[in-house]
């Protein structure tokens, strides 16, 4: 699987949009990108993903570069419940392979 | 729904002792995965079941590691011969087939080796 990047630490206002950068460059056609965040001494927690089309659920939005080499991860409105490592993982979706982890942006929402 | 569960949540052993960590998936879910995670590092891969089998075993460090999952369901995670080394959380994971976009973690278990 393809190796992301991401900046170590963030802080975010609370109530304010948080945006979390990942670099994948070397992502290949069939890679997806997955967002995971774990708070706190709990396990990681899926929270979106996508190919090459921008996604939205109820907890996150996904924006995907037009060239698949960067996304970014939006939390519209950032509350203190949201503090966590934020995982970025480039993974082939249809493969019952493993998720590789890097070392994730620890966010910090600051009231 | 219950999620993923492990126990025991903690585990304080001495170095060279035998342990086994348990995980129960959630019910019906036909791949689970182990995962190890280090201070202050993201979790790293150790090996994957698709029901009875381990379709991967190419993380588990060597073969002081074992993982079985006899049923399809419950699996054991053991350490021979424990080492200050192999102090970790210890996470399961479980996904409803291999192929499923999120895989369901649970809480882990902290082993301490002394």
């Known amino acids: 699987d393809a190796k992301t990047t991401q900046p170590p630490s963030m802080d975010c206002a609370e109530g304010r949009a948080a945006n979390l950068p990942c670099n994948h460059s070397?992502?290949?056609?069939?890679?997806?990108v997955y967002w995971y965040r774990q708070i706190h001494s709990q396990g990681p927690q899926y929270i979106i993903h996508g190919l090459k089309n921008n996604e939205t659920n109820e907890m996150a939005s996904l924006i995907i570069t037009e060239d698949r080499k960067s996304s970014t991860l939006i939390l519209p409105h950032a509350t203190l419940r949201d503090t966590a490592v934020y995982y970025c993982?480039?993974?082939?979706?249809?493969?019952?392979?493993?998720?590789?982890f890097g070392g994730g942006t620890r966010l910090m929402v600051k009231p | 729904g219950a999620g993923v569960s492990q126990t025991p949540s903690n585990k304080v052993t001495e170095k060279g002792k035998y342990v086994e960590l348990r995980c129960d998936p959630i019910?019906?879910?036909?791949?689970l995965y182990w995962y190890r995670q280090s201070l202050g590092q993201g979790p790293e891969f150790l090996i994957y079941f698709q029901g009875t089998g381990a379709a991967d075993d190419s993380g588990l460090p060597n073969d002081r590691f074992f993982a079985v999952r006899p049923e399809g369901s419950v699996s054991t995670l053991k350490i021979q011969r424990t080492e200050r080394g192999d102090s970790a959380v210890y996470l399961c994971?479980?996904?409803?087939?291999?192929?499923?976009?999120?895989?369901?973690f649970g809480p882990g278990t902290r082993l301490t080796v002394l």
């Open positions: 019910s019906g879910h036909t791949a």
């Open positions: 070397t992502i290949s056609g069939n890679e997806y």
């Open positions: 993982i480039v993974r082939v979706s249809n493969a019952g392979n493993m998720l590789t």
């Open positions: 994971a479980s996904s409803i087939h291999p192929q499923s976009n999120e895989q369901f």
